[in-house]
């Protein structure tokens, strides 16, 4: 028992030292690998990643992606310095590339380091749709969702490891790893993820907006998202992504306090 309490002390400590501020909501998120630590990893994952693919240049989408991303980036870099965030990005190394494959799939790690797929384009459709797509994935390593995740990572392999320690019956152990395991996951781990994915359609929403990219459509890309998928999601319980529905109520919703957000910095009119 001794043991067990040393533990979580030790916890304890980690993660009252251990906290960064989320600038969109103000609230402490869980940061037990610290930035300084994840991009120089980050970075240099990217690095490899683009090593073993192809990468597309010079291209009018080629083009139309980094045009995107720099844009994305300048709203981010505006927005976060109008509400008190000055210097937030400058660790950041912003990269964004066009890789040449069928997956629908787009992403950000953190640090700005920037992937879309070729596959993804068509349900993007036009330029906005891209903003759509980047927006919400820059919005997740501005948040830190990667590093939170991480925190989140360890604490539940924590948890494990403290139910091990506290139980001494080989039997009571096996049946609280079989039901720790789905708890943990079900319970806390895919709900956090949720979290994530609504949080991250919101910022992502206000960033476009900011950066001149009309935000009403976010609800078009995912109704073609939805209509992509051809009923092949699982239930949004057991999903680390809400479901398209929810999603796409979400944005129509917000879409007129992004609207708004975006006239605080002088944008009243959106491109085509």
Same mark, same amino acid.
């Given at each position: 028992?001794?043991?067990?309490? +040393?533990?979580?002390?030790?916890?304890?400590?980690?993660?009252?030292?251990?906290?960064?501020?989320?600038?969109? +909501?103000?609230?402490?998120?869980?940061?037990?690998?610290?930035?300084?630590?994840?991009?120089?990893?980050?970075?240099?994952?990217?690095?490899?990643?683009?090593?073993?693919?192809?990468?597309?240049?010079?291209?009018?989408?080629a083009q139309m992606i980094t045009r995107v991303g720099e844009r994305i980036a300048a709203a981010s870099e505006r927005w976060l310095n109008a509400n008190g965030y000055h210097g937030y990005l400058n660790d950041y190394k912003w990269e964004y590339h066009l890789v040449d494959d069928k997956t629908e799939n787009a992403w950000c790690m953190p640090g700005g380091k920037i992937v879309f797929y070729t596959g993804i384009l068509p349900v993007a459709k036009n330029e906005t749709g891209v903003a759509v797509i980047m927006g919400h994935e820059v919005a997740h390593a501005l948040a830190n969702h990667g590093q939170q995740r991480m925190s989140a990572g360890m604490l539940q392999q924590f948890g494990a490891v403290a139910g091990n320690v506290v139980l001494q019956n080989e039997s009571d152990r096996n049946l609280f790893n079989q039901y720790y395991g789905v708890g943990s996951q079900v319970g806390v781990m895919l709900p956090f993820s949720r979290s994530h994915e609504t949080e991250a359609d919101k910022i992502g929403l206000y960033i476009m907006a900011v950066a001149g990219y009309d935000p009403t459509e976010a609800a078009a890309l995912w109704q073609r998202m939805k209509a992509n998928s051809a009923g092949g999601a699982p239930p949004e319980i057991l999903s680390t992504h809400p479901s398209n529905d929810s999603r796409i109520a979400n944005l129509r919703a917000l879409a007129p306090s992004a609207i708004a957000e975006a006239k605080k910095f002088g944008v009243t009119k959106f491109r085509e």
């Open positions: 028992m001794l043991k067990f309490k +040393t533990i979580v002390s030790l916890l304890v400590i980690t993660l009252i030292y251990s906290c960064a501020t989320n600038p969109f +909501t103000g609230k402490k998120t869980m940061a037990l690998v610290p930035n300084s630590d994840l991009f120089p990893t980050s970075f240099a994952q990217y690095n490899q990643f683009l090593s073993e693919h192809k990468v597309v240049t010079g291209t009018k989408d």
